[in-house]
């Protein structure tokens, strides 16, 4: 592979911080890499563990959550059982040997534009790093 | 400990209530080793009873296996309540089903026995190997006495008995209505056998084992069925629409699965070893139930089925909950 | 029909033999389990040890998976996945080659099903006569043997050193002759071979006296044996996965990005969802219809069809059983108390 290796990362994006935090990094004309498939959820408690699952099976190299600061959820508390979860996800996924850079998960609020910049470059690099995800990535098994 | 005769008394007892149903316990199989649960309709069937290392199955499954099927039209439902044998494991087990209202506490009868620790058949089959004749054991002091057709053989326990077992940290119910015999304290210091191991090697060293583990799953599911925690009457394996998990069997289903599987019992798992013991390709599932039980214990000082007023560990937070992961 | 005898010095020119000709599958050990699996060149992995598999070798031509024909979403037309090729089952049991007789049927009587068909009809089976029978065989009780040829085309027999080879039909002589260079001929190995299965035969423990079952099965259909006998199961796979005769199957669609393949993979009677109609009604709600179904199948309702019993008598279902549900056990109670 002589060209560079652009990963590709899944983002769940609660609706009322992170996705708006995006948007204004977007309307502020921040410059960002544009390796996120974004998706929208009303919450990060929403996130089933399983979304990440899948989306690292179905061809994610990395996978992003984020959400509401601690305290400023919209549903005031669907960000602390995120906490929780996503834990306790990442530590499984690292034990299984996925590696520790592949799943993220952040706070960013809606006035954070700056900071949405910083945590995706973050995620980008790091997922660069160890380039694609094939452990246990669907792909055409005995088709 | 406890005799068999006062289990078989005290269970003969609890049938003859008029308000129970049936007492679950456990009796002898068909063959080698095994055991298989057993209900207890009349009070002459208790003398059926036995209660030995070689009763590996959690009788906390019972309560949620049977089906809730509608009655005929102008049938009663049966409202006696269900006895139950209940060792430190199944006593956690049912504990935690009472935190998630899936059992009524109304409804069980719980008749608690102390443990000293039930035997993995596969460790115990390649040293003895499994015949015809049913065999007995028991416990004596810190050996297990087997027994088969009269010739007894002492065997150390660290040869025979289940990893969970081994280092286990409530031998004795946690919750009963009456537990009978002595005390026992447990075996040792509590460990997770297997985890460190994995902990310490590499991303890639780690994959290449569990790879090679979930590649040999048939998708039996006897693990999720044979968990007393496993009780969804709608399951996600089960789901067609949509099908969050493929049927087909390779390495990257059945990694989801497993996934899946094991990250439904974070703080439930009440390390109780029965889907490891059941499982027919010998996949080590304890090792990742113990890698989150250890997690939840060590990051949220949570043990689950240990509190029956307790709240289940996913359906509440901290607001100080570590968060020294979050970007 | 020829006989023929290997050495045991010979093993790894025998199997390569038969490698380097078709696809070999080979009882291979994985964990604590042995499947059968596609010959990689490991050849020390000899049947010494080897007793059963844990997955019979069913498996091999009905896989857990199985492709059925590819396609492009949005668009009309399929094809076929690759053709199969030529494949030598090695080390099969003879209960398993006989329970792969029984499937077969199955898979012709009304329409022909290609797919298994193709996949049996390319693989010729080597079986492996039992010296030591296991804990809970009972093949005897079904007119098999630990040395039974039915549904083999190679049928062999450990002797110590050596093993002695016979083919069963021409199929199994043309295998025989793909390794000519590591066989010799024999020269009354053959009545060696048929006391060590009459040896094997007396071994044989258990039994089941299989005269009346499928009446009894008929008239106690409401009987509250089956209450007692299913109230432990748990519920899963265990039983029908791993048994040779099973061969119930699902159909999906699975789609990567715009390539989608219809395949189909195992199911099992015992699992709830086998009967689920889309309406949500379920003809065999509870364990006790499964494991009634699971039962009377075997014993009933392939007889009332084929004439024939859909069990071998090799006893996976009872080993791997977790609950300890014995079929023995309840057949010898349909006979008792129907």
Known sequence: MSEQFEPNIVAFLCNWCSYAGADLAGTSRTHYPANLKVIRVMCTGRINPLFVLNALQQGADGVLVSGCHPGDCHYMEGNMYARRRFRLMKDLLEYLGVDSRRFHMSWVSASEGGKWKEVVEKVVDEVSEIGPFEQFKREKINW | MV????????????????????????????????????????????????????????????????????????????????????????????????????????????????????????????????????????????????????????????????????????????????????????????????????????????????????????????????????????????????????????????????????????????????????????????????????????????????DPEGVPFQASYNPQDQEDFIL | MSEKVLQKANWSSFVQALADARELWFPVKDGPIYKFAPYSGDVDAGLEEYAYSSVPPKAVVLPQTETMFLYQVGDKETSLPEEKKEKVVLGARPCDARAMDIVDRVFQWDEDDPYYLENRNKTAVIGLACNEPFVNCFCTSLDGSPGSTQGLDVLMVDLGDKYYLRSVTDKGSRILGDAESALEDASGEGSQAEEIIKEAEGKIKRSIDTEGIREKLEEGWEAPLWDEVSRACLGCGACTFLCPTCHCFDIQDEVEGFDGRRCRMWDSCMFGEYTLHTSGHNPRPSRKERTRNRISHKYRYYVEKFDKIACVGCGRCITSCPVNIDILDILSRVKEEL
């Open chain 2, 3 to 306: 005799d068999l005769e006062t289990i078989r008394k005290k269970a003969k007892e609890i049938v003859s209530r008029e308000d129970v149903k049936h007492l679950i316990g456990w009796r002898k199989g068909t063959f080698g080793y095994r055991v298989t649960p057993y209900w207890v309709e009349a009070p002459e069937d208790a003398e059926e009873l036995v209660y030995s290392p070689l009763c590996n199955t959690n009788l906390a499954t019972s309560l949620t296996l049977a089906e809730k099927l509608p009655l005929p039209k102008g049938q009663e439902p049966d409202r006696r309540k269900t006895a139950l044998l209940v060792r430190g494991c199944d006593s956690r087990a049912v504990v935690q089903l009472l935190t998630e209202r899936g059992v009524d506490r109304e409804q069980v009868v719980l008749l608690g026995l102390p443990c000293r620790g039930v035997v993995d058949l596969r460790k115990l089959k390649d040293s003895y190997p499994e015949d015809n004749e049913v065999a007995d054991a028991e416990w004596k002091e810190d050996k297990i006495v087997l027994n088969v057709s009269g010739e007894k053989k002492e065997i150390p326990r660290e040869e025979v008995l289940d990893d969970h077992c081994l280092v286990c940290r409530y031998p004795n119910p946690v919750e009963a209505d009456e537990t009978l015999g002595e005390k026992v304290e447990p075996w040792a210091e509590e460990s997770h056998p297997g985890v460190e191991e994995l902990e310490n090697a590499s991303f890639d060293k780690r994959w290449d084992f569990w790879e090679k583990e979930f590649e040999r799953c048939i998708r039996c599911y006897a693990c999720r069925n044979a968990c007393p925690m496993c009780y969804c009457e709608d399951c996600i394996l089960d789901r067609l629409n949509p099908t969050w998990i493929y049927r087909s069997n390779n390495y990257s289903e059945n990694t989801a699965f497993h996934i899946a599987r094991a990250f439904h019992l974070v703080g439930r798992c009440v390390s109780c070893g029965a889907c490891e013991r059941v499982c027919p390709a010998g996949i080590p599932l304890g090792k990742i139930n113990q890698k989150l039980v250890k997690e939840v214990r060590e990051k949220y000082e949570f043990e689950p089925g240990t």
